[in-house]
């Protein structure tokens, strides 16, 4: 069984800047590729940034964060990372972890065997 638990976030101005963090545990990751999505009230739940398994080369951005977001993962902690910079409103909302046995970089939530129970980010204007 593999629990994900989130952290990181808070209430930051626009413009500022958040660093997501993602632990494991129960198995180590190194096989499981790893996303972040948000969800915001009365919205699905959003991709934002995906990374491959093992070292973490392949990597995939919402067009909405690209640019701004980089995820990257920390195999010594079992972690993944989710930097998070010029931070807008439009990025408010719960954050959450997911993890998938593979090697593929996907964007549906449904392709994620296990969840963390989330972070809220809030950006103010």
């Known amino acids: 069984q593999v629990e994900l638990v989130e952290s990181g976030g808070g209430l930051v101005q626009t413009g500022g800047s958040l660093r997501l963090t993602c632990v494991a545990s129960?198995?180590?990751?190194?096989?499981?590729?790893m996303g972040w999505f948000r969800q915001s009230p009365g919205n699905e739940r959003e991709f934002v940034a995906a990374v491959g398994w093992r070292d973490g080369a392949r990597t995939r951005y919402a067009d909405s964060v690209r640019g701004r977001f980089v995820i990257s993962r920390d195999n010594a902690l079992n972690a993944a990372i989710l930097q998070m910079d010029n931070l807008k409103p439009e990025d408010t909302g719960d954050y959450y972890c997911a993890a998938r046995l593979g090697v593929w970089v996907v964007n549906l939530p449904d392709e994620y065997d296990h969840w963390g129970r989330g972070t809220r980010v809030t950006v103010s204007s």
């Open positions: 129960g198995r180590i990751l190194t096989n499981y590729s």
